[in-house]
């Protein structure tokens, strides 16, 4: 089976400071997307970061940055300067290229506090 | 730019009726997907359409059938509603070969009493 796994369910963190959230997924497949979405309170899904597993270099969105280790199947997200803005679900997904399922984790729940 | 668009937002039905969720995915895109998501949960997956053809298919009950259209847009029709079926659905769409970003509706909202 295809899986997403979010090892943290909850973290909490102080405004400003730096916070990974961690990422592990399994497929056999060699080509695919790896993404995290944003879920604020609003519950809207929003797109973060998006990492074609083909590329060895780590995408980077502004504050926002990836680890991507291909081989360890894992794919973990760094937000810097962290501001009370980010607070939200998050959740991992990968798909498959050439498919059209997008697979989810489970989400972690992130809190910046002031 | 342009968003996916679901409508209605909200929608409170009874048990056993029935309910329709319509999806309008962004312009020129060619892949619609529905997801369930209940409280505390994650995105389930229920149904993907590419170019109007059933793509891929989770965990939708029988209860549940969903189409595209000429349009690309899709509706998710929802027959004997449960109470479990209380849940955000989301629409999502995407454009095949343009490096697989896909975007999230603001989702439908349904409750059944």
């Known amino acids: 089976a295809q899986t997403v796994t979010q090892s943290q369910p909850e973290m909490s963190v102080q405004e400003a400071e730096t916070v990974t959230l961690s990422c592990t997924y399994d497929t056999s497949e060699n080509n695919y997307y790896l993404f995290w979405y944003k879920q604020p309170p609003s519950r809207q899904m929003i797109l973060v970061i998006r990492q074609e597993a083909y590329k060895q270099q780590n995408a980077t969105e502004n504050r926002f940055s990836v680890n991507f280790q291909k081989a360890a199947k894992s794919f973990s997200l760094k937000i810097s300067d962290s501001q009370l803005g980010d607070t939200a679900m998050y959740f991992c997904?990968?798909?498959?290229?050439?498919?059209?399922?997008?697979?989810f984790g489970q989400g972690t729940r992130l809190t910046i506090n002031p | 730019a342009a968003g996916v668009i679901q409508s209605p937002r909200h929608l409170i039905k009874e048990k056993r009726e029935t309910a329709t969720l319509k999806c309008y995915p962004i312009p020129r895109h060619d892949t619609v997907y529905w997801y369930q998501q209940g409280p505390g949960q994650d995105p389930q997956f229920l149904i993907s359409f590419y170019e109007k053809m059933q793509s891929d298919k989770g965990s939708i009950p029988d209860r549940f059938s969903a189409q595209q259209f000429s349009d690309y847009h899709s509706e998710l029709n929802m027959s004997s509603l449960e109470l479990g079926d209380s849940a955000l659905y989301f629409c999502?769409?995407?454009?095949?070969?343009?490096?697989?970003?896909?975007?999230f509706g603001p989702g439908t909202r349904l409750t059944v009493l």
């Open positions: 999502a769409s995407s454009l095949v070969g343009a490096g697989g970003r896909v975007y």
């Open positions: 997904a990968y798909l498959i290229q050439g498919a059209q399922k997008l697979v």
